[in-house]
């Protein structure tokens, strides 16, 4: 009984689990079909929205694209009236011109018929004057007792005479009228010129100022009891001058070269802040390596300045050069880019091709600089350094002709001159005070540089100072003494000078050693 009751409750249990499933079943079927139901209809709902929105975008699209379509209907309605006035108007005028022609026409017949009746009376009247000619002509030789032939041998010999006459003061007043007026155009071709160039002076001095951002760093420029500013001048061999100026001092040399190198390691010491004698040796090496490096790039931008490409880069570093070389007080670089510009300008008044003298005036001072030059003539190596590097045989030749003993004489050669003496002649160009200063300081530098054991020489001081360096090898202590002698006697006899000149021989010697 036990197990019948068991099997019934499993059975029951079963029918109510079976019973309770498919209830569940029934009602997860129910929930499916009503939630199936709603999205339909939710996505029935938005397909009609999007139908709506698809017909409002349609008719926005239609009413646009007519608008669009009435806007181009209207501008071309607009256009071909206007086009059809055009045309009217040219009709007009068409018909206007054609009126004019007819009346034309009608007055070059008029003038025809008249130039015929003019024509047949000219004729008539040579016949008679022919005729008359000859009658006179018989009668006047029935009474000179000459011929015709004799006669007109007779005429034209004195009216040869009389021609030759004529000829020849017609030619010498041609002659003097062309002279004066020559004269007159060249004045004004080269004053035209002139006014052309931008105004600048080319005179350069002996002094740069460098900037300081307080006047705390002039005493760090001083350094202690002075040992840097002796430091700065025995490495650059510039006179630095430190003074009341506010934020500024000056260095004063007649070498340009030196002052830019003095410049730039000053203003690299600023920059780093570390001022010392052994940092000053090591800065003013290295500005002394860049501003040599940066010859080349200052020739190319002269040349690129008057619009000149393809300079051998040996021609460029030579013009780099001019830039630091000044005679008579002024620069070499800036004299001749003004050189070149003045005779391109003078070339182009006149109708030439500017290129060959703008070229022959950049490079004709190129030979001041060239240091193989020995003794020759600076335009004379100029020219010859132009034809080694290719350059046009006319450029050549305008350089050359510079020189009194030069090339054949050209226009190119006749325009760079007028422009060599219209730049020197300027008021304010030459400074020969300032050129013999420099060839004063020149000739002292050169007489120490000459001794035995002399590594550098620098004139200082105006010149009232002569600092020598010498190698401790090859100069002993007691070797110092007479060679400053030696210096000062040479300097004596060779030199003319104001004043006393100071000469200074300095021998030091240095033990450098690395700990590793």
Partial sequence: MTFVFIGLGVAAAAAAAFFGLRLLRERLRAEAEGRASRIAADAESRAQTRLKEADLEVEEWRSTAEARFESQTRQKR???????????????????????????????????????????????????????????????????????????????????????????????????????????????????????????????????????????????IIGREGRNIRALEMATGVDVIVDETPQSIVLSSFDPFRRAVAQMAIERLIEDGRIHPARIEEMVARARSEVAESLDALGESAAFELGITGLPHRLQRLLGKLKYRMVLGYNLLDHSVEVARLASQMAMLLGLHPEVVMRAGLLHEIGQVEESRADTHPILVSADLAGKFNEDPRVVQAILALHATGAEPSVDAALLKVAEKAILARPGEKDTSLQGFMERMRSLEAIASSFHGVTRAFAMRSGKEVRVLVEADAVSDGDVVTLSKEITSRIQKEVEYPGAVRISVIRETRAVDYAT
């Fill in 78 to 220: 607009e256009e071909q009236q206007r086009l059809e006035e055009r045309l009217k108007e040219q009709e007009r005028n068409v018909a206007r011109k054609l009126q004019l022609l007819d009346q034309r026409h009608q007055e070059l017949d008029e003038r025809e018929a008249k130039l015929k009746e003019r024509e047949d009376r000219a004729s008539s009247l040579e016949k008679e004057a022919h005729s008359l000619i000859q009658e006179r002509r018989q009668k006047l030789e029935r009474v000179a007792g000459l011929t015709a032939r004799d006669a007109r041998r007779e005429l034209l010999r004195e009216v040869e005479g009389e021609a030759r006459q004529e000829t020849s003061s017609l030619i010498r007043r041609i002659e003097e009228e062309t002279l004066a007026e020559a004269g007159s155009r060249a004045r004004r071709i080269v004053a035209e010129a002139i006014q052309r160039l931008p105004a600048s002076d080319l005179v350069d001095g002996v002094i740069t100022v460098v900037k300081l951002p307080s006047d705390d760093m002039k005493g760090r």
